[in-house]
């Protein structure tokens, strides 16, 4: 018998209460998990019987998948301190190495070149995997574009560890899209923001299999 791997959803600000609402729509158990206990709770109960909440430390215990929906700045902070339940894990990296400008936008905060999940996986513990992912949409389109009809949008990936492929496309698939692996993670940067497969890149819209093949 196979056991579905346990998610969590660690942050609930606007794209991880995407996560978290899409993966109730198909059923998906996970555990929901914020620093405001409160606050997972009463989204956990509009989500129903596929959510359960947690503290934080017990959620990345008891999952075997953890999506950190944590701003970039946290992250490597945050594998630090639970390195040893980390160990053996997959970790979900939807973050953008993005901040305000002064002109009303966003502007990149690291080096033009870089990406966030090369970066962050340079903090990786022993045998962790890290799969960049779910941070290729803004949260209006990654809540708005689920299980859209007649042909699914497109949610983009990278990891440097295939043997992760089926286990990371099942998870975007229960979250109501079609996953596309573009290649390891040092082709991240073409995923998080900026980058030409993103919304908010040079892509600049939600996208069908069909569209993206034609961009790949």
């Known amino acids: 018998m196979t056991t579905t791997p346990k998610v969590a959803v660690i942050g609930l600000g606007n794209i991880g209460q995407a996560v978290a609402a899409n993966l109730s729509k198909s059923n998906r158990s996970f555990i929901a998990a914020d620093r405001n206990a409160e606050k997972a709770k009463s989204l956990s109960s509009q989500w129903g019987e596929s959510a359960q909440t947690e503290d934080i430390p017990s959620a990345v215990k008891n999952a075997d ?8 700045g946290a992250i490597t902070g945050f594998i630090k301190e639970f390195k040893a339940d980390l160990e053996g894990k997959i970790i979900v990296d ?6 305000p400008d002064e002109k009303g936008g966003f502007k990149k905060i690291i080096g033009e070149k870089e990406s966030a999940g090369e970066i962050n996986a340079d903090s990786l513990p022993k045998n962790a995997h890290l799969v960049k992912a779910f941070g290729t949409l803004g949260a209006a389109s990654l809540a708005g574009a689920a299980y859209q009809t007649p042909e699914k949008a497109v949610l983009f990936y990278a990891n440097d560890d295939e043997e992760t492929n089926g286990t990371i496309e099942q998870l975007i698939t229960d979250s109501g899209f079609d996953p596309i692996r573009i290649g390891g993670l040092d082709q991240a940067i073409r995923i998080e923001v900026f980058g030409d497969l993103h919304e ?17």
């Open 65 to 72: 998948i953890v999506v950190l929906a944590i701003p970039f």
């Open 94 to 99: 939807p973050s953008n190495p993005i901040a």
């Open 200 to 216: 908010y890149g040079a892509l600049g819209k939600v996208v069908t299999k069909t569209e993206a093949i034609a961009k790949l």
